[in-house]
């Protein structure tokens, strides 16, 4: 199989991403974990951080890279001659904006987009309820990676 492009924001990665990753890496001879740059929204990690513990949780992946982009995604895949967009689905709540974005990006570009359920024991993981919970002193330790939790709490310290 061709490659395939993981994009998302990944404050932080978790280990729901870390689990379609992986689960992609067997599925593809190639895969690019894409960190969206946004200046327009301000993120928690920089997209340096972000990448730094992406190729942590990654490490151990083989054909799996890390890379950023801003724009359309439709353009970053075709730059690095990608067919396949790559997405974790959790529950129905996630399906209608993930079917208009395949179905946009399918419009703009022809590029396919293939949808992996999420394994069960992540699908309440968000990098936003991650944060949430940590800001308010909960346990995440269960979550993301030693180093992810390491961050967190350095950076809510700050
Ligand atoms: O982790 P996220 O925030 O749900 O990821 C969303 C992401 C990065 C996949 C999406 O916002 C995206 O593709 N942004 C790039 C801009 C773009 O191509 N927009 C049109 C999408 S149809």
Redesign the pocket.
Known sequence: MPTAVC????DPVTYGHVDIVSRAAALFDKVIVAV?VNDAKRSFFSVDERIAMLSQATADMGGVEIGSFS????DFCAEQRATTIVKGLRATGDFDYELQ?AQ??ANLSGVETVFLPTSPQWSFVSSSLVKEVARFGGDVSRLVPSYVLERLNHRLAE
């Open positions: 994009p998302g924001s990944f969206l724009g359309l995604l439709v974005m946009m990006n």
